[in-house]
């Protein structure tokens, strides 16, 4: 940290403490200055917490991963549906595709990405478009991809299997709901003619 900053904070921190309010020459900004220069410093030197209540039992070797997830308040990663990753959007590389790829930080008119090699032309052909409009180099998008289902830039979701599988059964239900909604109609017209 830089001793000027430091002597000039601890001046006007005491200062703004003896008399309870902001110094006269800080506005705004200033505060703002001092409250991004400080955040890292804030952070790593907060008091840690422990749980209040010990767990019962110590975790097995297979709850490590899990114990580990929850600690870093981290989702466990879940692949796109590889149907979902195969149907993305093919993009002609342009000259409007002057951004960066925000997976591989390379040019998107460097249509090969880090990995590839110049001569090979599958890899070099095409971008992909997410449904959410962002584009990537296509190697970069499906390595990603296939450890997370979500856009790297604006975490949009795609399906996964589990989704799928779940909708399929949402879907079988609620035909089967209809199904049986069309009988109860029936029954009932049935009783009233025939009683």
Not at 4 to 13: I, K, P, S, T, Y
Not at 44 to 60: C, G, M, N
Not at 115 to 123: G, I, L, S
Request: hydrophobic fraction near 35%; charged fraction near 30%.
């Amino acid at each position: 940290m830089d001793p000027v900053w430091l002597e000039w904070f601890h001046r006007d921190g005491a200062e703004l403490a003896n008399r309870g309010r902001r110094p006269d020459h800080l506005d705004d900004e200033d505060d703002l200055y001092v409250a991004l220069a400080l955040a890292p410093y804030v952070d790593r030197h907060r008091p840690r917490t422990r749980p209040r209540s010990p767990s019962p039992s110590p975790p097995s070797h297979e709850d490590a991963g899990d114990d580990t997830a929850a600690r870093n308040n981290k989702r466990p990663c879940i692949p796109a549906y590889s149907e979902a990753i195969l149907g993305l959007k093919e993009v002609v590389p342009t000259a409007k595709h002057d951004d960066d790829c925000a997976i591989c930080l390379n040019p998107l008119a460097d249509i090969a990405g880090p990995d590839h090699k110049k001569d090979d032309a599958a890899a070099t052909s095409m971008l992909r478009a997410m449904p959410c409009s962002h584009i990537f180099h296509q190697h970069c998008i499906f390595q990603w991809l296939h450890r997370n289902a979500v856009c790297p830039l604006c975490r949009y979701q795609l399906p996964t299997t589990f989704e799928d599988e779940d909708t399929e059964v949402e879907e079988d239900e609620e035909e089967i709901d209809n199904i049986i909604s069309r009988l109860n109609q029936i029954r009932r017209r049935l009783q009233i003619l025939y009683n």
